[in-house]
C-alpha cells in the first residue's frame, strides 16, 4: 500500500513511532513550572473538542478550587461513560461523520445517568463534591455547522450543570449558526463554516476573550502585543509516580504564558487552556502548515486568543499538552472515553492528576490570606 493511501491516523501513528526517540531527546534540559502568587480559587478551565469534555471533568472532578470554565464544541462529565462507542456516536458523531450511524439526538447523553454518575462518585470519594459547581460561572459554545459535537450535545452540557444547582444566571451560551468544529477567533484560522485542521477559524468572534470575562468579570482591552513569557516546561515532571507514560496520552512538555506582572510576584489568576483532537504542538498534519513546519507546535497556544487578554489581566495561562497513543489515541485527544484508565473522569485520573499538579505548583507562591 502506498503511504498516500494510508489513513490519516496511522500515517501519524507511522511517523510518531518513528521519531519519538529523537522528540525526547530533544526535550531533555527544560525547566519546570515557576510557583507563582496565585490564589488556587482563582483557577478557571477551558478547552475545545477533546479538550472541552476534559475541562468539564477537571472542572467537576476539583469542583473546590476551581472558579469557572468555558466548553467550545463538547458534552456533559462523564459522557462517554468508559465507552468509545457511546463516546463516538452518542456524545459525538467522530465514528460517522456522514451521521448514517451517529446516535447524537437532544437525550443521547442521558443527563439523569450523568447526573446519578456524578453524585456516585462523590460519594465515594473519587471526586469532589458536586455542590461546589453551584457558584462556578460556565460559558458554552456551539457551533450550527458542527457535524463532530453537534450542537444537541452542547445543549445537553447546560441540563447537566443545572440539574447540578448551578443557577442559570450562572450559565451563558453562544449559538454560533455559521461555525464549524473550531476555536473560534475575530481574525485567525480558517472559514468560520470548516471543520479541519488547525480547528481554529475567524468567526468573528473572540472566544478567548468571552470566556475569561464570563468567569472573572470584565477584563481590561487586550494588549496587541503581549509583554509577557511564553515559556515551554518539562510536562513529565508531574504525571502522578509510576504512571506509565506511554499510556497517559501526555506530551514530554507543555506551554505557559506567564505576565511580566506575575513573574514580578503580582496577585494574578490562573487559566488552563486546553486543545482538541489533532491541535496538540506534536501532532503532525498531512496538509502543510502555514509558514510551514512539520507539526502544529505553538499554533494553538499561539492563537486561540488567550494571551493577549491575559497580559493585560494579570492571569497566568497554562496549555497542557496530550499526544497520540499509537492505536488508543491515534489524534493526539484527551481522553474524555477511558483510553489512560478506568478512572480518568477522576482526581486520580492521570490525566488529571497531572493538570492538578501543575495547577499546584503555580500558585505555590501565593501570599498568604
Known sequence: MRSSTLPRW???????????????????????LPALNIDIRETSVSGISSG???????EVAHAGIVKGAGVVAAGPYWCAQGSSITATTACSCTLDPSHTLCAVSQDSTRVPDLVAATRRFAAEGRIDDP??????????????????VPAPVVAQLARYYSALGVPAENLAARELPAAGHAMPTPDYGGACELSQEPYINRCGVDAADAILSWIYGPLKPARKKPRGTLTKFDQRAYLPSGAARWRSGLDSSAWVYVPADCAKGAACRLHVALHGCRQGQSYVPLKPLPGGGVYFGTTFVEHAGYNRWADANRIV??????VSVPFLNPNGCWDWW???????????????????AMVDRLTAGAAPR
Not at 10 to 32: N, T, V
Not at 317 to 322: E, K, S, T
Request: hydrophobic share 50%; aromatic share 12%.
Open 10 to 32: 496511522y500515517a501519524g501513528m507511522l511517523w510518531l513511532i518513528a521519531f519519538a526517540p529523537a522528540l525526547c531527546a530533544a526535550e531533555a534540559g527544560l525547566p519546570r
Open 52 to 58: 472541552g469534555f476534559m475541562a468539564v471533568q477537571f
Open 131 to 148: 455542590a461546589a459547581l453551584a457558584r462556578h460561572r460556565v460559558i458554552r459554545f456551539a457551533g450550527g455547522q458542527d457535524r463532530t
Open 317 to 322: 495561562v497554562l496549555y497542557p499538552q496530550a
Open 338 to 356: 477511558g483510553y489512560s484508565g478506568a478512572n480518568y473522569a477522576e482526581r486520580d485520573g492521570v490525566q488529571i492528576a497531572t493538570l492538578r
